[in-house]
Every structure is written in structure tokens, then in C-alpha cells.
């Protein structure tokens, strides 16, 4: 049974020393290695992880071919201006090809996972001679895993998977005794800047989960250049996530005097507090208009744009 530490309880320094301490005695001078992916949980524990050991922690990011636009440069940006020097691993031809003909949303997540961690960083944690695993696991994602919510995370033992015997490394999770507001108070506490702790979640498979169909590099590209539109025309909405999803299905459309049997992207805005229920943002007509516009003009062959109204349940937040 894990301890929680709720947000009242709470010592962001008492629990930055504590754990840089409890990282420095388990991994007792060996070399660790994590991989970051920009997130909240992944950034906090490249902080503390180089806090408490410097060098002998290397940091990876995993260019799986699948993210925002600039997402490497600037995470691995961020990271330098900290004294980290992140290790970005061109890994996207290997992505792709695991994601070939897979249009099944269950087989595509099940591709990313196996080849994030049995091909690509299996194999960069082989090679770096490293004994120690740091993962920014934290108690949401054992719970949602428990309850079968969730597959996709990292909490090997909890899915009964011994980490020592399935990849010859132990698992250190620092932040597993903490919910969300807790990592980003920690964050905050580590001088972390706040565009990072304030970023709207954003799925591990990335930008395909939000490909119905196959993701090929073509049309994450499209899904890619939809979401630079819509992140920068959502992100002063409040608003708790929002995204752009390329759909399968084709529709005519018309540009320039001529028919044109084109995409669709659906934009989806969702109020919610906690990921588990979500409702559909009522944004003004007029920025529903203008996301439309920016898209059909930016993104080469699109010639529809929806906006998603249903709630979660039955929809979810992402569409794949
Ligand atoms: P759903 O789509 O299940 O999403 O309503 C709930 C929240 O979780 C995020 N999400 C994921 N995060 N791996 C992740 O790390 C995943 O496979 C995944 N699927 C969904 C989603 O963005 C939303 O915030």
C-alpha cells in the first residue's frame, strides 16, 4: 500500500531533499537513466534526478516521430537552460514502421508501448550499462491502472511485470506517493517555469491518438499542423484540454473552382476538472469560425472542420 501525500501535507523542500536523498542512497554512485517526454511528472523527476546524482543520471527524450510541433527542441531547450544536457534519440523510423497497417486503436497503443520500451529505450538503457530506472509514475496512474482504467502506464509492478527480470533494471518512482497538484507544486518548488506546469495533459501515445486509422508519418503531419492552430488559438480559453483529430472518412469538398475529395478534422474543447467526466467548452461561434478558417487554409487538403458537442461519458477525451 502506497503512502498518499495529499497537497495539504504537502513540504515541497522537505520533499525535494528527501528525495534526493532517498535517489542518491538506492542508486549508491550507479548510473541511472530516464526518459523524459516533456511532460509535467517526466520533467520533475529529470529535476530531481539531477539534483540529487548530476552526471550519472542521463536523460533521454525519445523522438518517437509523434509529437507537437518544435516539441524536442524545446524540451530539450528548457532542460539545457537547467545545466541538463537531454539525449534526443531519433527513434521515428522505428515507430512508424511498428504503427504500419494498424488502424485498431488497442493495436496502435499496444505498437508505441512495445516499441518505446522493448525496442527503443530497452535497448538505450542496455547499451548506457545503467542499473537504475527513475519513472514519473505517479498514485492516479497506479490507481487508474488497478482499476483497469488505464494500460498505458509505466507502473510495472503493479501489472505484475517484474522489472528486474523483464529488462534488468530497477524501477525508482519518487513521485508516486503524489496526485498531479502535488508534482506541480514540487515543480514549482524546483524552479520549474510555469508554461510547463500549466501545459494541458497531453496523451503518451501522442499525436496518435488522435489519427483515427493508420498513422502514418503523412497524416500525424496533418494532425500536427491542426494542432499548432488550435493550441494557439485555445490556449487562453481555460478551457481543461483541447485538440484537433484527423478523421478516416474523406468528404468532398470544393477549393479553387474544383471538387476536391478532402480531410476531416474534428476539434474537440473540454471543460473537466479531473479527466474523468468532461463536457464540451461553449466557445464563441466567431473562434469556432476562425479555427476552421486558419485550417482549411494551413493544412493541405482539408476541407471540413467539426466541433465535437458530446459529453464524456460515452465519448471520451481523446478519439482513439
Ligand atoms: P480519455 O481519452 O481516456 O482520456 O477520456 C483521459 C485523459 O487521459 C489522457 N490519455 C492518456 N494519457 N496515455 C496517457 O498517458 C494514454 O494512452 C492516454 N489516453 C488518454 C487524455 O489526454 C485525457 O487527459
Not at 57 to 65: D, H, K
Request: hydrophobic share 40%; with cysteine; proline share 5%.
Amino acid at each position: 500500500m502506497i503512502k498518499e501525500i495529499a497537497l495539504k501535507d504537502l513540504v515541497p523542500s522537505r520533499f525535494i531533499s528527501e528525495k534526493v536523498e532517498e535517489i542518491r542512497s538506492l542508486t549508491g554512485g550507479g548510473k541511472a537513466i530516464n526518459a523524459l517526454s516533456g511532460g509535467i511528472d517526466s520533467s520533475v523527476v529529470t529535476l530531481l534526478g539531477h539534483k540529487a546524482i548530476g552526471n550519472q543520471l542521463t536523460t533521454v527524450f525519445i523522438e518517437n516521430g509523434l509529437m507537437r510541433e518544435g516539441e524536442p527542441e524545446q524540451v530539450s531547450g528548457l532542460f539545457k537552460k537547467f545545466g541538463i544536457d537531454v539525449v534526443v534519440v531519433d527513434a521515428r523510423k522505428e515507430f512508424f514502421d511498428a504503427l504500419k497497417g494498424k488502424t485498431d486503436p488497442e493495436e496502435k497503443r499496444e505498437a508505441i508501448t512495445q516499441t518505446f520500451y522493448k525496442n527503443v529505450f530497452g535497448r538505450i538503457v542496455r547499451e548506457s550499462g545503467a542499473r537504475f530506472l527513475l519513472q514519473g509514475t505517479i498514485l492516479t496512474d497506479v490507481d487508474e491502472t488497478v482499476a483497469g482504467i488505464k494500460r498505458q502506464h509505466n507502473v510495472f509492478e503493479q501489472l505484475g511485470i517484474d522489472p528486474q527480470e523483464a529488462f534488468g533494471y530497477r524501477i525508482i518512482e519518487p513521485l508516486i506517493q503524489l496526485r498531479k497538484d502535488g508534482v506541480r507544486e514540487v515543480g514549482r518548488a524546483l524552479g520549474m517555469p510555469p508554461e510547463l506546469f500549466k501545459r494541458i495533459p497531453f496523451p503518451g501515445p501522442a499525436l496518435a491518438a488522435r489519427v483515427i486509422g493508420e498513422a502514418t508519418p503523412g497524416r500525424i503531419e496533418m494532425v500536427r499542423k491542426a494542432t499548432t492552430i488550435v493550441e494557439r488559438l485555445l490556449k487562453d480559453t481555460g478551457a481543461f484540454q483541447y485538440m484537433a483529430i484527423l478523421h478516416e472518412d474523406r468528404v468532398t469538398g470544393m477549393r479553387d473552382g474544383k471538387r476536391e475529395f478532402g480531410h476531416q478534422i474534428e476539434i474537440r474543447c473540454w471543460d473537466s476538472t479531473d479527466a474523468r467526466t468532461a463536457s464540451p467548452t461553449q466557445l464563441p461561434f466567431e473562434l469556432l469560425r476562425k479555427i476552421a478558417d486558419d485550417i482549411t487554409l494551413n493544412v493541405p487538403g482539408v476541407v471540413s472542420v467539426t466541433y465535437n458537442i458530446a459529453t464524456k461519458p460515452p465519448s471520451t477525451i481523446e478519439a482513439v
